[in-house]
């Protein structure tokens, strides 16, 4: 399997621009989580699904986020509109399911200048 | 919610040494520690796990030590090699982590010194 793939790797953009990150779970993986990470606030829980279906999304920071899970193979976390302190790496991990381990893809870098 | 505390934030130890980082929590409730290692431009990598049930777990090199009556785990390297050099993070979770998600700790930077 090829893991987590998240797209794309590196995103800039302006201010007030929507920006959209992808990811694709690892196949048989019935639960998805969006993280983000930066220097002064670590890796944070945005938003989790399980069986496409969010269940937590405490943790998305403002209503600027939104998260959807089309299907068991696509999940995207969108920005609109995007501002400079959405500056971060963006994380997607999948797992199947209760006591197992999380498998985190290579991230989105993003940049909003 | 779960609150994880980490420290060192930067640990230097000469290659051959041990390395040791620790970690508390607060919901009493959790019963999953996972320690991920985190490679330059690589997402979080788990190099090893605990539940509540057990109080130490060894893998090679690698251990781990859970006090749920402290609330507290520690991540222990022994015979330390370049290659270890990376940021660390511990987290914790209520349901092994793999359906309600991790609250991780802030990161401690290893560096292995030749």
């Known amino acids: 399997d090829a893991g987590v793939i998240q797209s794309p790797r590196h995103e800039v953009t302006e201010m007030g621009q929507e920006v959209t990150l992808r990811c694709k779970p690892i196949s048989g993986h019935n639960s998805l989580f969006w993280y983000r990470q930066t220097m002064m606030r670590g890796l944070e829980l945005l938003i989790y699904?399980?069986?496409?279906?969010?269940?937590?999304d405490s943790g998305m920071p403002e209503d600027r986020f939104s998260a959807k899970m089309p299907n068991a193979s696509f999940s995207t976390l969108k920005i609109q509109p995007s501002e400079p302190r959405d500056s971060a790496v963006y994380f997607c991990?999948?797992?199947?399911?209760?006591?197992?381990?999380?498998?985190f893809g290579q991230g989105t870098r993003l940049t909003v200048v | 919610g779960e609150n994880v505390e980490q420290h060192p934030s930067t640990l230097s130890v000469q290659e051959g040494d041990s390395a040791v980082i620790k970690c508390t929590y607060s919901?009493?409730?959790?019963?999953?520690f996972p320690w991920y290692k985190q490679e330059l431009g690589k997402g979080p990598q788990l190099i090893i796990d605990i539940r509540s049930n057990v109080g130490e777990k060894k893998d090679q090199r690698i251990a781990v030590t859970l006090n749920k009556t402290a609330k507290h785990f520690s991540l222990h390297i022994t015979e330390t090699q370049p290659e270890d050099s990376a940021v660390y993070f511990c987290?914790?979770?209520?349901?092994?982590?793999?359906?309600?998600?991790?609250?991780f700790g802030k990161g401690t930077h290893l560096i292995i010194q030749p």
């Open positions: 919901d009493s409730a959790s019963n999953y």
């Open positions: 987290a914790a979770s209520r349901s092994g982590g793999g359906a309600d998600g991790l609250t």
């Open positions: 699904f399980n069986n496409n279906v969010p269940i937590d």
């Open positions: 991990a999948s797992s199947t399911g209760r006591n197992t381990e999380a498998f």
